[in-house]
């Protein structure tokens, strides 16, 4: 199913797009109480906006594209709260930030944020950026990501810095309803979402394509990595397509943990036979790895057949659940001190022919879907709806979707 040719690598990208969850699908999105708004209309314009910004205001940028003559560097004398940046229509293709290309350091990152608490980041496209098209730094917290598109970055998509010791990262951000992919291949040190120490992010309901790198070293890029001290984060509802690992909790062993807590749940996760077009090394497609407590619960993943296990748990992962996840692979205990961890009610022999349309990402149940599956699974108290948002019951299916009859 390899493809070599661009316009054939675009066919596959729209189909998996139109086939999986809709992440434009969330509903609009109210300025923040007691903002201001800023209208801009240029460059220079946006520039002055963001040197000048000040606590409840929220720069509006009118439909255009904006050829970045600088990073958009919100960096006050002091912090403010209550502040933002969004498109003026709602659709993140008509305003989009234009970096000058991955390998270009001119523009080093779309937007840079720090001494702020409390930001909204929406509906825009920031594409072509050196590093990051957002950097949040440790200074930084409570920052939402809403309705953007995020194209070709030379290193993470969204950046949250470590302070220099494990926990001393940006705390509670949001990112929903976001799309993260590169046209073809990304460079090196890449990821979706990279944070470094932080508390109580939630990451759900986003898109992601081929976030991968090339590395000669034959490291692996995971889609989203929370780790050096993060904790509790909730990953939920995401769509993965043919990326090397989609969901890191946690990567190394260190004291204190390298991620602690967190529900990651009701995510579809898809990769190509093979090694897809875009993918260096493909591995498990969840790790959670030195994160005690953590729960791993109706995720459904296929790799066909591009890594022998699915989710793996390592290092001093203690106190874990893996439940009710519906795989093509194994849930595998790689040990190092992983102690009093539960796995109960996973499927490990998915078929391709149990899914609504498995081979564009789409791995909502179908009729032809086992006894073994379908109210298979066991009740959670983290786990009460499903993937489209859906109730699950008394009975739940193993996997991220409720099959109810009609897919």
């Known amino acids: ?234 990953v939920e509802g995401n769509t993965f397509i043919n990326c090397e690992c989609a969901i890191a909790l946690g990567l190394i062993q260190r004291s204190p943990n390298d991620h602690s807590g967190g529900v990651v749940r009701n995510n579809f996760i898809y990769r190509e036979a093979g090694t897809p077009q875009g993918v260096d090394s493909p591995d498990a497609s969840i790790w959670i790895w030195d994160s005690p407590g953590t729960k791993v619960l109706n995720n459904t993943i296929i790799q066909n057949g591009s890594y022998a296990s699915a989710i793996e748990y390592r290092f001093d992962t203690t106190g874990g659940e893996f439940r009710n996840n519906l795989c093509d692979g194994t849930v595998l205990d790689r040990g190092s001190g992983t102690s009093g961890n539960v796995e109960s009610n996973n499927v490990t022999n998915a078929q391709t022919g149990w899914f609504v349309n498995a081979a564009t990402g789409d791995l909502r149940l179908s009729a032809s879907a086992p006894a073994n599956v379908i109210d298979a699974g066991i009740t959670h108290a983290d786990v009460t709806d499903d993937y489209d948002g859906n109730a699950r019951g008394a009975s739940p299916d193993i996997g991220a979707h409720e099959y109810n009859g009609t897919p």
Request: hydrophobic content about 35%; glycine content about 12%.
């Open 1 to 234: 199913m390899l493809k070599t040719t661009a316009m054939l690598l675009l066919g596959i990208l729209c189909a998996c797009t139109l086939a999986a969850k809709d992440w434009t699908s969330g509903p609009a999105l109210p300025d923040p109480s007691g903002t201001t708004r800023v209208n801009v209309s240029n460059d220079a314009q946006l520039q002055t906006a963001v040197s000048n910004i000040a606590s409840n205001q929220l720069i509006v940028l009118a439909a255009g594209t904006y050829n970045l003559s600088n990073t958009c560097w919100f960096n006050p004398p002091s912090t403010v709260t209550n502040v933002g940046i969004r498109g003026a229509t709602g659709n993140p293709d008509d305003v989009v930030l234009k970096g000058a290309g991955m390998t270009n350091s001119s523009i080093q990152h779309g937007i840079w944020v720090g001494k702020v608490n409390g930001m909204l980041i929406a509906d825009l496209t920031i594409k072509e950026v050196y590093y990051h098209p957002v950097q949040v730094t440790t200074d930084s917290s409570n920052v939402h990501f809403y309705n953007l598109k995020l194209i070709d970055a030379g290193e993470q998509f969204i950046k949250g810095s470590s302070g220099g010791s494990p926990g001393t990262g940006s705390d509670y951000g949001i990112v929903e309803y976001c799309y993260f992919a590169y046209t073809s291949q990304g460079t090196d040190y890449t990821n979706g979402v990279d944070v470094h120490g932080g508390a109580g992010w939630i990451i759900r309901n986003n898109y992601f394509l081929r976030t991968n790198l090339i590395d000669s070293t034959g490291a692996i890029g995971p889609a989203i990595l929370m780790w050096n001290g993060s904790s509790d984060t909730i």
